[in-house]
Each structure stands twice: as structure tokens, then as C-alpha cells.
């Protein structure tokens, strides 16, 4: 699950999006989705308070205090940061990278 | 650099009418292809992983395929709830404890009854 699912908010505030799976997988990751650029990896967790950088990991940070909980933290939202945040996880590196999706969080920076 | 290139973009058929989605993909050692099916507004659904050419995989009216350069999702006598974006993703070998997926745009399937 994700949360919140949508949100508004102004540039300059921080902003946390949540992520909590049940599944008791070892990796969670974080993406956003634009038009005509696909699903690109910002942050991903292979562990309690492990973190690697993905592709696009700019303007963000992420913290994973607990093994089902996964957040991304926007420090000073900027209108690029407009997007639709997608949040995975898969069991561990031997299950070959099939990633489960939650339902996403729909983020305006205006 | 990997790079996965899906084809076409977008692809209206009536119901029943069987057709082909593609997903091209360079990548440094494949470690599986996924496809995964998004309907508006959520998050992708998992439907298949190939892991190596040759290997074929079906569910439903859905049909995977893999070779050593691309990927068809074939789609047989589609119904008007097959209609979505279909994503096709690839996982290579990198260092590290690196685990990510490079994934393509996507195609916009719409089915009219």
C-alpha cells in the first residue's frame, strides 16, 4: 500500500510519501512514471537502513526504519517533481527481480 | 547502455481480433524479461517472466515470448477488459547489490467490443 494516494502541495515543502508491504521481502524499491519516459529507479532498499541510488536519485532521499516500510522524502518539492511515485518490492535477489507494485501516489507541485 | 524499445505505441483492435505487442531490448547479461500490464491510474500488475530465448509462457488469452534480441506478448481474440498498457521490463547483471529493472514506455492497447 501506498499513502497518500494523491497529493498537492507547494514548491518548497517537504513532502514524505509512504510505502508498507506484507509480503516480507528483503527489497523495496522506489520509481516515478512520466509520459514518454517510462518507469525510471530513484532509491532502492536491499535492507533495514540499507540504500542504493537508483537512476534519477536528485531532490530525493529515502529511509527504511523497518523491513515492510519504505519512504521517499522530498526535502523542498520543485514542480519537476510532479509525477505519479510508484513504490515495489520483490522477495530477494534470488527470486530474478520479479517486483510487486503497490497502487502509486499521484504528487502536483504547484 | 540497456535499453529496452517497445512497439507500437499504441494499437486499437476490435474483440477478437489477434495481434503482436513488441519489446526490443539491449542488455549486459540477461537475467529475465518481464512484462507487466498497467490500468489507468495504478500500479503495474506483474504477468510474466522469461529468462532465457526460447522460453514461452501463457495465461489466459495472453502469450509470452523471448529471443535473444526482443520479446512478443501475443494476445489472442482480445476482449474489451484486455484493454491497458502493457510495460516490458528487462533485469541485467550489474555490481553490487544493484536489483533494478530498465523498463520500456509501454503500449496502449484499447479493445472496442
Known amino acids: 500500500t501506498q499513502s497518500p494516494r494523491h497529493k498537492v502541495t507547494e514548491t518548497g515543502t517537504p513532502v514524505t510519501l509512504r510505502c508498507h508491504q506484507t509480503?516480507?521481502?528483503?527489497?523495496m524499491y522506489w520509481y516515478r512514471q512520466d509520459p514518454g519516459l517510462g518507469l525510471r529507479l530513484i532509491y532502492f532498499?536491499?535492507?533495514?537502513?540499507?540504500?542504493e541510488k537508483g537512476d534519477i536519485p536528485e531532490g530525493y532521499s529515502v529511509s527504511r526504519e523497518k523491513k515492510e516500510r519504505f519512504s521517499l522524502i522530498l526535502e523542498s518539492a520543485s514542480t519537476n517533481q510532479t509525477s505519479m511515485y510508484l513504490c515495489?518490492?520483490?522477495?530477494?535477489?534470488?527470486?530474478?527481480?520479479?517486483?510487486?507494485f503497490g497502487p502509486g501516489t499521484r504528487l502536483t507541485v504547484l | 547502455e540497456d535499453q529496452v524499445t517497445q512497439s507500437p505505441e499504441a494499437l486499437r483492435l476490435q474483440e477478437g481480433e489477434s495481434s503482436s505487442l513488441n519489446c526490443s531490448y539491449t542488455?549486459?547479461?540477461?537475467?529475465?524479461l518481464f512484462w507487466y500490464r498497467q490500468d489507468p491510474g495504478k500500479g503495474p500488475e506483474f504477468l510474466f517472466t522469461?529468462?532465457?530465448a526460447g522460453e514461452e509462457k501463457e495465461k489466459e488469452r495472453l502469450k509470452a515470448t523471448l529471443t535473444k534480441k526482443e520479446s512478443f506478448l501475443h494476445i489472442t481474440a482480445p476482449k474489451p477488459e484486455d484493454s491497458a498498457t502493457y510495460l516490458c521490463?528487462?533485469?541485467?547483471?550489474?555490481?553490487?547489490?544493484?536489483?533494478?529493472?530498465?523498463f520500456g514506455t509501454g503500449t496502449l492497447l484499447a479493445v472496442q467490443p
Open positions: 515495489a518490492s520483490s522477495l530477494d535477489w534470488s527470486s530474478y527481480n520479479e517486483q510487486f
Open positions: 509480503e516480507n521481502h528483503r527489497y
Open positions: 532498499s536491499y535492507d533495514v537502513k540499507m540504500k
Open positions: 542488455v549486459s547479461g540477461l537475467r529475465g
Open positions: 522469461l529468462y532465457s
Open positions: 521490463a528487462v533485469a541485467g547483471v550489474y555490481g553490487g547489490a544493484t536489483n533494478k529493472l530498465i
